[in-house]
């Protein structure tokens, strides 16, 4: 599904990952553990394409695979498609693709979302407008044909469901006058709607009181733990790993991955703390 | 105003303006005169979207009688030289409203001159533009407020904001207050700025693609400005006119 070779990344030229590389198969949902400042975020930011995040050396090849509702002859890559860099590059041969080549908005119709730890606010777009633009978007680069606003309402309905979420906080503004909670459960209800094949989720925690945890752990359970999918979770702290279970757990620290597991390796930083585990040095 | 002699950019009034374009149609004709009658309630709606290389320019004079209100919605969006000017004189209690909508693009050079002047106590006005400026178009506004030294307990509001697309684009902010009363409140906020980059990363994240970004942050810039409209028809045609320019722009 990934699979992140050396990337080394920089920010306003102080370099953040350092050779970092990991790999992600369908049907796994992988742990990102690390103190404050090791790359976690930038991380996340780099493979979702974020401008100002600049990678420096390395790769990052994505197979999201065979989408649902695609058509099979359109996944034979043409040579027209793969030099126009239009996202029917990423259904060419083997179903690989260089990731770092594709504007972010390609990275989404290619499969990948990106869970914000810190949701951003857009007044005056609605969400539900924000998400069906969104959808419809990935939809059309795919070569499927737009929702209607019928269809959308009905899929948006049942997803915000699954989260507990009014249907009336999707009428608002983007994330504006969100609780820190609802904007989390809102980025898993974009994430319903969207249907990723890859999400990447940038401390989906971070805000939330314990029911509020489990709603969102069991949103990414429902959502995301398919044979066909994949998740990687990055967060700082080992609460959300109760809800969500991982089956890799790997320690990100200065700028590459120090130590990878099985769950059990999220318990022992949980208690004796990342300086113990990976070594102060490492930690710092 | 000297009807005959072609203004320079030295006079304040014109400081941004396109004299050259100015030139093509000079001497202007004579400002639309309307009287808001006392405890009249007018609504007024401008669309300037003159076509190509057109100059346009709608001067008004505007009397707002007592206890009289006036709300003007305007979309300025057409020609090589748009210019809209309100010089308004506010009677005791009287309102006046002003909604715009400033759109340019290649080499426009667009305009709202006002001057309301609070002759009487108790007048109120309030003024909300919205200027979104592209390629290497000049958006301007030019807006006085005079309060007669007897005009207490005016209130006059200006909130003016720009938007530019491009590093080539210009906006002129220029409130300027005459104020002789000295119980008025008078409040002004003008602001320059770009698209939020935030937003756009996270719509991109998403899968919309970046034009499409683009024009409903834009859209959402401007909604509201034509709210106002009662008329649900001549709302529409403000909106759908004002939408047309911005995909034109984004």
Redesign the interface.
Same mark, same amino acid.
């Given at each position: 599904m990934l699979q992140i070779t050396n990337l080394s990344t920089a920010v306003a030229d102080k370099p953040i990952l350092k050779g970092l590389s990991l790999s992600l198969n369908a049907g796994e949902v992988h742990a990102i553990m690390g103190p404050n400042g090791a790359g976690k975020s930038t991380l996340a930011y780099t493979l979702?394409?974020?401008?100002g995040y600049e990678v420096t050396g390395g790769s990052v090849m994505f197979s999201p695979l065979r989408h649902a509702g695609l058509d099979p002859a359109s996944r034979s890559s043409s040579s027209s498609a793969q030099a126009s860099g239009t996202p029917d590059q990423v259904r060419g041969d083997e179903d690989w693709v260089d990731l770092l080549s594709l *504007?972010?908005?390609e990275?989404?119709?290619a499969g990948l979302? @990106?869970g914000?730890q810190y949701?951003? *606010?857009?007044?005056?777009?609605s969400n539900l407008?924000? @998400?069906r *633009?969104? @959808?419809n978007?990935?939809r059309?680069?795919r070569g499927q044909e737009p929702l209607s606003g019928g269809e959308f309402i009905k899929l948006a309905k049942e997803k915000a469901g699954l989260l507990g979420l009014d249907m009336e906080m999707l009428k608002r503004?983007?994330n504006v006058g969100f609780s820190g909670g609802e904007k989390k459960r809102a980025e898993m209800v974009?994430m319903g709607i @969207?249907d990723p094949k890859l999400a990447i989720l940038d401390e989906a925690d971070s805000g939330l009181d314990i029911d509020a945890l489990k709603i969102v752990g069991a949103g990414i359970n429902a959502i995301m733990r398919k044979p066909d999918k994949a998740v990687l979770l990055i967060t700082h702290y080992q609460r959300l790993l109760d809800y969500v279970k991982p089956d890799f757990v790997h320690v990100l620290a200065g700028g590459r991955i120090v130590k990878s597991g099985g769950p059990e390796l999220a318990l022992e930083l949980e208690r004796e703390g990342y300086s113990e585990v990976v070594g102060a040095e490492v930690a710092a | 105003m000297n009807a005959l002699a072609l203004p320079t950019r030295k006079a304040e009034a014109w400081r941004y303006s396109d004299i050259d374009a100015l030139a093509s149609v000079w001497p202007l004709p004579e400002p639309r005169r309307i009287l808001v009658a006392a405890g009249e309630v007018r609504a007024l709606t401008l669309l300037q979207d003159a076509e190509g290389d057109a100059v346009a320019i709608h001067d008004h004079v505007i009397e707002v009688a007592d206890g009289a209100s006036c709300t003007v919605h305007l979309l300025n969006i057409g020609g090589r030289l748009g210019r809209v000017t309100f010089d308004v004189r506010l009677g005791r209690g009287a309102h006046f409203d002003l909604h715009a909508a400033i759109i340019g693009g290649g080499d426009q050079t667009l305009e709202l001159v006002t001057t309301v002047t609070h002759a009487q106590p108790e007048a109120t006005s309030h003024q909300t533009v919205r200027s979104i400026l592209a390629g290497r178009a000049t958006g301007s506004y030019l807006g006085k407020i005079a309060v007669a030294r007897h005009a207490q307990k005016t209130d006059a509001e200006q909130s003016v904001k720009a938007m530019l697309l491009t590093r080539t684009a210009t906006a002129n902010a220029k409130p300027e207050l005459e104020i002789f009363a000295d119980d008025v409140k008078c409040a002004h906020g003008a602001t320059v700025g770009e698209l939020d980059k935030a937003a756009l990363f996270y719509m991109a994240s998403r899968g919309m693609d970046p034009a499409t970004a683009r024009t409903l942050l834009l859209r959402a810039f401007v909604a509201g400005v034509f709210d106002g409209i009662a008329d649900e028809a001549e709302r529409e045609r403000f909106e759908t006119a004002a939408l047309a320019k911005l995909e034109g722009l984004a």
């Open positions: 979702g394409g974020r401008p *504007e972010p908005h990275r989404a119709a979302f @990106l914000f949701p951003v *606010e857009i007044p005056g777009v407008q924000f @998400l *633009e969104s @959808l978007s990935q059309r680069a503004s983007v974009q @969207l | -």
